[in-house]
């Protein structure tokens, strides 16, 4: 994981995607730096998902470039993606019902160099530690989640699609993923976080792309958030 923000960790061109016929993304272009968190804002159906799950081969065609660590993945089945340290954390959670929450830790193959440590783990989520020989099926929405994103981070993952994070959690939980990313941050993770609560995103996110009909309509760096406040209300429905 590079220290500074010079290298540029994701790079995507004039993407296009498709789930059958439908043609959900139409030219998106963005840009992640090592060590900075983006959020993806949009309204539902606007092609948010489907951006992360383009990076990670996971539609039915696309088309365009994107770049990964200086390497082009376009043409790369999604297992080879994985391998160059992503670490995707789906809405749906993908928790194992019947393994405990330590075994669902324990689960995924490494992807990258190193990973973090199950202390690592315990001292950034201690309900999780508390947590880890119930089931799956025991845990809290706000527990799953955690488990969710702890179990990237033991894979070596350094750069991290999440989504949803936030969604349907109750607010002290979501505090509490917010000092998480913060603490990513500053370990040198890099971050792309889809998210509908702009307030959580707005205080972590380094820039904001806004994305509709499946193109980035708004580029905004954290320091014009207060400027185009308005503007980012009307694109969001807010």
């Known amino acids: 994981m590079s ?13 296009n995607a498709w789930y059958g016929e439908s043609h959900v993304l139409q030219g998106i272009n963005l840009e992640v730096k090592a060590g900075e968190c983006v959020t993806l804002l ?21 088309t365009g470039s994107i770049m ?4 082009e993945t376009i043409a790369m089945p999604p297992h080879r993606i994985a391998r160059l340290g ?3 954390c789906p809405e749906e959670r993908g928790i194992y019902a019947s393994l405990t929450a330590e075994e669902n ?11 973090m440590s199950l202390e690592q783990i315990y001292g950034m989520f201690p309900n999780l530690k508390e947590r880890a020989h119930s089931p799956g099926t025991r845990l809290s929405g706000g527990e799953q989640q955690m488990l969710a994103m702890a179990r990237i981070l033991r894979t070596g993952a350094n750069l991290l699609l999440l989504d949803e994070i936030t969604e349907g959690l109750a607010p002290v939980i979501v ?12 370990r040198g993770f890099t971050l792309v976080l889809v998210e509908q609560n702009f307030r959580f995103a707005k205080h972590l996110a ?3 792309y806004v994305i509709e009909h499946g193109r980035v309509v708004e580029t905004i760096a954290a320091s014009e958030v207060a400027a185009k406040q308005s503007r980012l209300d009307e694109l969001l429905g807010i």
Request: glycine share 16%; no cysteine; proline share 1%.
């Open 3 to 15: 220290d500074t923000k010079s290298s540029t960790v994701l790079s995507i061109k004039d993407l």
């Open 86 to 88: 992503l670490g995707y």
């Open 68 to 71: 990964v660590d200086g390497k």
């Open 105 to 115: 830790l324990l689960l995924l193959p490494k992807v990258g160099d190193g990973g």
């Open 175 to 186: 505090q509490k993923l917010g000092q998480v990313i913060r603490e990513l941050k500053a």
């Open 206 to 208: 380094d820039r904001h």
């Open 42 to 62: 949009g309204r539902n159906g606007a092609g948010r998902t489907s951006t992360l799950r383009s990076i990670l081969g996971l539609v039915g065609k696309r």
